[in-house]
């Protein structure tokens, strides 16, 4: 079919959508703001039907497959959309959500003749595909006709035009869906069976943030009846880039999931008073430059407390907690009157021992009160009763403030308190000396959040707290211990694990190698998957990026680029002539008047940035300077330290110090200008003085 047929036969399509979906919201009526229950219930199922119909009125679909069943003569149309709807006279199926079994034929299929399939509820189907689609409707409006795939046409190469139409467009401040072009690979990922620990190494581009995104609105559309949207969470490293992806899933159609960092649900769910050292943090001693910084071998704190044999250890510690709580003392309410210590430990240890530690406590307590109370009945004579009963009670008192407090933080500060009789030999010095000056200042870290949660489910259990679906995004950031913890929230592992190991710059505590992960779980329960292609930048930038990858000591194969060809990467030496800050900020107003929305000034430490930040601010450039802590993302021009510009993107990135000091020939260095290089999307220059980094070739730095 002609281009022009084609746009004219879709433009039909689409009026007699836009006229169905005008029908069926005026039949849907007014609201009801009545008491009756059941009108009530109805009244939320219009109200879900009209908003679904409402947001597809901008875009009903974006791709049509035809598809021949076996056995049939002629195939049939499936229109694809965000949302689904069907007929209001016969009920047949009009638009088919992306998430209905038959619409991953629109993903899995990337060309050829032959014979397809899907897996439907009743069974696989069979049959041909005759014509994919892509269909792109902005506001109501057909603005593109693209056909990947035509039977008995000559379907040259398959490059995915609409993929690189979409991947060329200049981004804002917030994360896209990307339903319209999930590629075959992102798919396999989306639709991957439930109840696994899904393992994802991508390379950075690749969709991985995205994919998980989509993977939960899938689970939640596949499996109504076994996972709740309030029982899903999503874990990502900071809150601004919360803020940044926060788009996605409503867009999906999807709400109530929640989306935390790792260390705000940790804080929330200890409930207690934990205050976190108040030094330099994390980034003040680990992202320093490379004379300053610790040894990347040492027994790093975080790497050691997120370890399983820590967890372990722990285990130990609280079982030994746990035998020893009760005092080997009766309870003697007055003289004569006797709860041998033998029954108060039967109940605590053989009836009460399927509870945890503190639920035991509080029956144990209760039980004590009750028996006393029985006790005190049994005193015929009122005053002497009266007597009694105040001293008894006084003395249950008295026993009960004897027994040890269940809390995860005083726990913590016992077993390191300096003369606590439950420590042994194998937490090393450093870190124990370290933990003991902390706990004398009650203070905690980072790293003892997790163990710190640990020892809470141990001792209160899960406070009614389960998952159905874990995502842990930059996965590679993570402890062996933080996955374990969030496993034992869960009925079944079902996890979706994605990260980069080339963007491991929390190598100090988070994991070296994937199959740290792999040991938690048992081989069936797990799979695990690569994503070699990148999406977000060009030909020019990926290749550069693989340059620095291969420093990164990960041994990861290169990143594989759609093709998309832009500008070359520069590399540009500041003579002295010209300032710096007027370098950038030159570069910075070229970019903008070439249309990018997003420009990022990725410094290698947070104090260049606020340097970088004054300079450019007086030259007169607007930006925003990104700090840790910080909750939004603004979009516009950035500076921001390469520690939390990870996960983010933009359209140009501007690297103002691309020196040897800044960024030496150290795997942590490398992973750390890998990912600020691999932020852009269009645009890549690198700024230095003196020596650039050995991290990239010599040809590169003379482009
Ligand atoms: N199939 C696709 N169609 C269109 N755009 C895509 C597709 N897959 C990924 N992208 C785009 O590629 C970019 C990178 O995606 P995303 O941030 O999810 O990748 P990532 O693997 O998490 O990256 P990183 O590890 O570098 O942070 C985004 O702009 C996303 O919209």
Redesign the pocket.
């Known amino acids: 079919m002609e281009r022009q047929d084609a746009y004219l036969e879709e433009q039909a399509r689409l009026d007699e959508t836009l006229e169905e979906i005008e029908r069926q919201l005026e039949r849907i009526g007014p609201r009801y703001y009545g008491d009756v229950y059941i009108e009530q219930v109805l009244d939320a199922k219009r109200e879900e039907m009209r908003s679904r119909l409402t947001l597809m009125r901008n875009e009903p679909y974006f791709g049509r497959i035809d598809f021949r069943e076996k056995g049939r003569t002629e195939p049939t149309p499936l229109y694809i959309g965000k949302r689904g709807m069907d007929l209001q006279e016969t009920g047949q199926p009009y638009v088919i959500d992306w998430r209905a079994p038959v619409a991953s034929l629109f993903y899995s299929f990337t060309g050829g003749d032959g014979p397809v399939e899907y897996e439907a509820p009743e069974g696989v189907i069979a049959g041909e595909i005759d014509l994919k689609r892509n269909i792109s409707i902005r506001e109501r409006q057909l603005e593109r006709v693209v056909d990947s795939y035509v039977r008995g046409g000559d379907n040259l190469g398959l490059t995915d035009e609409f993929?690189l139409y979409?991947?060329g467009e200049k981004?804002d401040n917030r994360?896209?869906d990307?339903v319209s072009?999930?590629?075959a690979e992102?798919d396999a990922i989306i639709r991957a069976p439930k109840n696994r620990a899904l393992i994802i190494q991508?390379a950075?581009?690749?969709?991985?943030?995205?994919?998980a995104l989509h993977r939960l609105a899938y689970l939640l559309y596949q499996y109504p009846e076994q996972i709740r949207a309030d029982r899903m969470i999503i874990f990502a490293p900071n809150a601004m880039f919360l803020d940044y992806i926060s788009g996605v899933l409503p867009e999906l159609g999807v709400g109530d999931v929640r989306q935390t960092t790792f260390s705000d649900w940790a804080l929330e769910l200890l409930g207690e008073d934990v205050k976190l050292a108040g030094d330099d943090g994390e980034s003040g001693t680990w992202f320093r430059l490379a004379d300053e910084r610790p040894a990347a071998d040492s027994v790093t704190p975080g790497r050691f407390k997120g370890s399983i044999g820590y967890m372990r250890w722990l285990d130990e510690k609280l079982e030994a907690y746990e035998r020893d709580f009760l005092p080997d003392i009766p309870f003697v309410p007055w003289s004569g009157c006797v709860l041998p210590a033998a029954v108060i430990r039967e109940w605590f240890e053989v009836e009460y021992r399927h509870y945890p530690l503190a639920a035991r406590k509080e029956r144990l307590v209760g039980r004590m009160k009750r028996w006393l109370d029985m006790q005190l009945a049994e005193i015929g004579d009122p005053k002497i009763r009266k007597e009694r009963s105040k001293a008894a009670k006084a003395k249950l008192r008295a026993y009960i403030g004897k027994l040890p407090p269940v809390s995860a933080l005083q726990f913590h500060f016992r077993l390191y308190g300096g003369k606590s009789e439950l420590m042994d030999g194998f937490v090393p010095e450093a870190i124990r000396k370290q933990t003991q000056k902390d706990a004398a200042k009650r203070v905690v870290r980072q790293e003892d959040l997790a163990p710190l949660v640990w020892i809470h489910r141990a001792l209160h259990g899960t406070d009614g707290q389960t998952f159905d679906h874990v995502v842990v995004d930059e996965a590679q950031d993570v402890s062996p211990l933080q996955i374990a913890l969030l496993r034992s929230y869960m009925k079944e592992p079902s996890f979706t694990l994605?990260g980069?190991m080339a963007?491991g710059i929390h190598a100090y505590r988070g994991l070296h190698r994937w199959e740290e992960l792999f040991e938690l779980f048992e081989e069936a329960q797990r799979l695990y998957h690569e994503l070699k292609l990148s999406?977000?930048s060009t030909l020019e930038i990926i290749e550069f990026a693989n340059r620095v990858l291969t420093h990164t000591g990960t041994g990861l194969s290169p990143a594989q680029p759609v093709f998309r060809s832009g500008d070359p990467v520069e590399v540009v030496r500041l003579d002295g002539g010209e300032s710096r800050t007027s370098r950038i900020s030159g570069i910075i107003r070229q970019h903008l008047a070439e249309g990018m929305r997003t420009i990022a000034v990725i410094g290698r430490t947070e104090a260049d940035c606020r340097e970088i930040y004054a300079e450019l601010s007086e030259a007169g450039i607007e930006a925003s300077l990104i700090v840790e802590g910080q909750r939004a993302y603004q979009g516009g021009v950035s500076v921001a330290p390469v520690s939390l510009s990870?996960?983010l993107?933009f359209d140009a990135v501007l690297l103002p110090d691309a020196d040897s000091r800044r960024y030496t020939a150290s795997p942590e260095d490398a992973k750390l200008l890998y990912v600020a290089c691999?932020r852009a999307l269009h645009r890549l220059t690198l700024l230095y003085d003196g020596e650039v980094t050995p991290l990239i070739s010599a040809d590169e730095s003379d482009a």
């Not at 950075?204 to 994919?211: L, R």
């Open positions: 993929l979409r991947l981004k994360l896209r990307i072009t999930i590629q992102q991508g950075a581009g690749s969709g991985k943030t995205t994919v994605l980069d963007q999406y977000r990870k996960g993107e691999t």
